[in-house]
């Protein structure tokens, strides 16, 4: 470890010192807090799970993997055990901070009064540019990659070649468990505008547009993770559902 890990305060500091305009930072940084919420939430049910079975009579926990007995932590659902305890700070850190990137690939950041806007053809840059950002802030290479490893359900280096993306080649994929579910967490929710949450089946059919092999990662990252309540989380932001 040789850079900074950051406070969460610090990570609010850095959102602000790259938002170019107040109506950019709230879109992204409220994204960014609701991701936390919903990676603490599945922290939680992991080590839950993990704590249960732990406890769980000899013999008891071996059903392949799961602990049905374990009632649902922090609304979530389901979930298979992970094989240690989820560093829960580290987690959020990471969500409030992986879309940072995303302040660098607007196309109009509505300060002129126009509606916010992405520039599509870039952002797929976003996880780089931000775990650029982060490295030239002096921060942690543990918590830069939240940045650079979130998009869609891991892009790897075969798949950045056979679809031409404007990446450097190379694995964009989750090194850690805590890593991978602020990818999951960051898929039940959408910057477009006005944002949205999505249910896990919105999101499955969104992924099936990169084909068959994609929708099925997904709905294992769902099995692996449990099932959040988003409902509750889209009427506790205000925002709409997308349920298919």
């Not at 599509?120 to 490893?149: T, W």
Request: some cysteine; charged content about 20%; aromatic content about 6%.
């Amino acid at each position: 470890m040789t850079g900074i890990i950051p406070t969460l305060e610090q990570a609010d500091e850095l959102h602000r010192a790259i938002a170019p305009s107040p109506a950019a930072y709230d879109l992204i940084h409220t994204h960014c807090v609701i991701i936390a919420t919903i990676t603490r939430q599945l922290v939680h049910r992991q080590n839950a799970l993990f704590i249960r079975r732990c406890t769980l009579p000899a013999g008891a926990a071996e059903l392949g993997g799961r602990t049905p007995a374990v009632l649902p932590s922090d609304a979530v659902v389901g979930g298979t055990v992970p094989p240690y305890l989820l560093d829960e700070k580290l987690a959020v850190l990471g969500a409030m901070l992986h879309d940072i990137g995303t302040y660098q690939v607007l196309k109009s950041d509505g300060a002129d009064g126009q509606p916010l806007c992405f520039d599509g053809p870039r952002y797929i840059l976003h996880g780089l540019l931000g775990y650029k950002y982060l490295l030239a802030q002096g921060v942690d290479e543990s918590v830069a990659q939240f940045a650079r490893n979130h998009t869609g359900v891991g892009l790897t280096h075969e798949q950045v070649k056979a679809q031409q993306l404007p990446l450097p080649e190379g694995d964009y994929v989750p090194l850690t468990l805590e890593q991978e579910v602020v990818m999951v967490a960051d898929k039940y929710h959408s910057k477009s505008i006005p944002p949205k949450f999505l249910s896990a089946e919105a999101y499955a059919a969104k992924a099936a547009r990169y084909g068959e092999a994609n929708r099925r990662q997904w709905l294992e990252l769902v099995a692996k993770y449990g099932t959040p309540d988003i409902p509750a989380l889209a009427q506790r932001f205000g925002m709409r559902l997308k349920e298919r």
